[in-house]
Structures are given as C-alpha cells and as structure tokens.
C-alpha cells in the first residue's frame, strides 16, 4: 500500500509564482465578524459577495479580495460585501508542504448544509462557517473563488440548476461551465439554503481559477471576480476596468457532470497523464486503474474533469466525468 506522500512525490510540484499577500489588515471588518467588510451604497439592488479562502491554500482568491478591498471599490446599488473564509489554514501555509493548508480539521466547503451547520459537531471550519452564516444568509449574488492541485484550464461550477448556468453564461467567463451537484460527503457553499433551490432568485458560483500558485490563475480570479460584479450591477465596469485582462471566449462550452470516480485504494492510478477538460472519443475506454479494478469511459466523448491524485485516499473522488450539454 502506498502512502500519500510517495504519491505525491511522484506528482509534478508547481512553482509558486505568487506572492500569499498578508491580509492581517483586513482582521478587523465593519460586520462583526473579522475578515469580512461590507460596503451599502444606500441605493436599493442586490447584495453581491465575493469569498476567499474556502480553502486554506487557495490564493488567487485571497490575492482577489485583497485587491479589491485595497482598491477601494464601492457599490453603486446594492451591497458589496468582500471576505476571506478560512483564514487560520491560510495562515498555516507552508511552501514546503503546500497541499497540507487546505483546511485544519475539514474541508469547508462540504459543511453547508443546515442539518450540520444546526448540529452539535465541532471543528474549526463549522466555527468559521456559523460565525459567517448570518452574511450568507442576506447574499443575493455569491462567488466563491477557488483554485485548483493541477495546472488546467478555469472552471466556473454553475450547481445543478439552470439558473446557475444562466449566471454563468451571462458573467460570459471562462470558457468551460460545469454542471454538476456537488458531492456526496458534504454541502458546498454554492449549493447552500436558497442558492440551492430553484424557485430562489438567489444564485451563487463557484469558479476554479486554474493551478493555484500560478500568476495566470491570479489574473483569471481578478478578471472573473470584476466580471461577477458588473454582471450584478452592484459595481460599474468603468471600477474594476485595471482588473479586466482576459480575452472573454467567443462561446462558453456547457459540461454537465455524469458522475464521480472515487477510489477504492491508494492504488488507483491515471492511464494517461490527464489535467483537465480531455475528450475521450470511445466509451470503454480504461482511464484509470485501482488495484484490480478497471475504470472507464461510460460513454463517447466523455471529458474529464479536475483529475487529481494528491488528496487520493479510500473514498476520494479522483475526478469527476462529464457530458458536453448543446443545449441546456
Ligand atoms: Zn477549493
């Protein structure tokens, strides 16, 4: 049996091209619960919210935020509220360890469902989570900035419904839109409470901004948090133009999650050295083994989604395989 540390010693390491901006200053916020600042611009609309660091080690969201609240924007309707989540795994990042920040004691982002958040559990992540419950509550329009193991292209992640696709589409980056319902072992924050349900206005995203040291997946974040923003109408384009640097795609592909491959063993290994958004043209084809168990294509021109081993462990989806939609 191999342990997580030979597997991920054999996977490729990134550069950290990034600077992890010190965001100490953004400690003490104006809504009672440190690292989160809203701003109201006294004229009635939506209220809009952009998170970091659902995520410990995630980034380009915190280098986002940071961006934005040092830039000083404000809503011209609505309300503007800009925030950092997992702020203690933040601050555990370790260079040499750098996948190991990703939370303390569970991954934030699969504690959003009421009957948790209501429970008696414990642990850091449900303690941020309650303490930032009261704010989610009032956003209308939520993104949540993520960003990804291996260097692929972005992904917004719409949830399953089909007015979370539409927001996506009409924010009109990235390229790719995934659909899917998120995971079994826990809530996302993109699928909690109203953002969940259909017959809500409330709509929330989840984008994945590529590799998450790399300066290009920064620049992805910028350009996609400024984009959500004027989508809103809650800040003016002319604002956030310094942050805008993307080519916007000339159409966005629509990619509806069929399901996940999860592993058995700390044996499952990739047949090919897949990143990302790969078209496999023949169902039947094997794209992973795990021990003794073959794994492949359920059907042709399946894509895969986000495939990653460094978290790999009984029970971890590994990636998830997708359907493009031509319509939806
Ligand atoms: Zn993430």
């Not at 927001?167 to 993109?190: Q, S, T, W």
């Not at 206005?201 to 948090?225: C, M, W, Y």
């Not at 604002?239 to 592993?263: C, H, M, N, R, Y």
């Amino acid at each position: 049996m191999k342990t997580l540390e030979q597997i991920r010693a054999k996977l490729q390491e990134y550069p950290i091209e990034v600077t992890f901006p010190d965001i100490a200053e953004w400690q003490t916020g104006n809504t009672g619960v440190d690292y989160i600042h809203t701003f109201d611009s006294g004229v009635a609309g939506p209220h809009a919210m952009i998170l970091a660091l659902t995520h410990g080690n995630e980034v380009s969201g915190a280098i986002t935020v940071n961006r934005l609240l040092r830039s000083g924007v404000r809503p011209v309707k609505g309300r503007l509220t800009l925030g950092f989540a997992n702020v203690d795994a933040y601050r555990r990042f370790d260079s040499s360890n750098p996948d190991a920040s990703r939370f303390i004691d569970e991954d934030m982002n699969r504690v959003w469902s009421e009957a948790r958040l209501d429970s008696s559990d414990d642990s850091q992540e449900l303690r941020r989570a309650r303490a930032l419950r009261p704010i989610i509550d009032s956003v209308d329009f939520l993104l949540d900035l993520h960003s990804m193991h291996e260097e692929a292209p972005p992904l917004m992640l719409s949830g399953p419904l089909a007015k979370g696709i539409q927001f996506a589409v009409d924010i009109g980056v990235p390229e790719h839109v995934i659909v899917d319902a998120g995971h079994a072992n826990g809530k996302r924050l993109r699928d909690y409470g109203d953002f969940g349900d259909a017959a809500s206005p409330k709509n929330a995203l989840l984008i994945e901004t590529g590799q998450h040291f790399s300066v290009r997946s920064k620049d992805v974040a910028l350009d996609a948090a400024s984009r959500f923003l004027i989508t809103t109408g809650v800040v003016v384009a002319t604002d956030l133009t310094e942050f805008i640097k993307q080519a916007k795609p000339v159409a966005q592909q629509v990619l509806q999650v069929t399901q996940a491959v999860i592993a058995d063993t700390m044996d499952l290994q990739f047949t090919q050295d897949f990143r990302g958004l790969e078209r496999i043209e023949l169902a039947g084809t094997v794209i992973a083994r795990d021990g003794d168990r073959e794994i492949a294509t359920p059907y042709d021109d399946c894509v895969i989604i986000m495939p990653s081993l460094r978290h790999l462990g009984p029970g971890v989806t590994v990636m998830r395989l997708a359907r493009v939609l031509d319509s939806w």
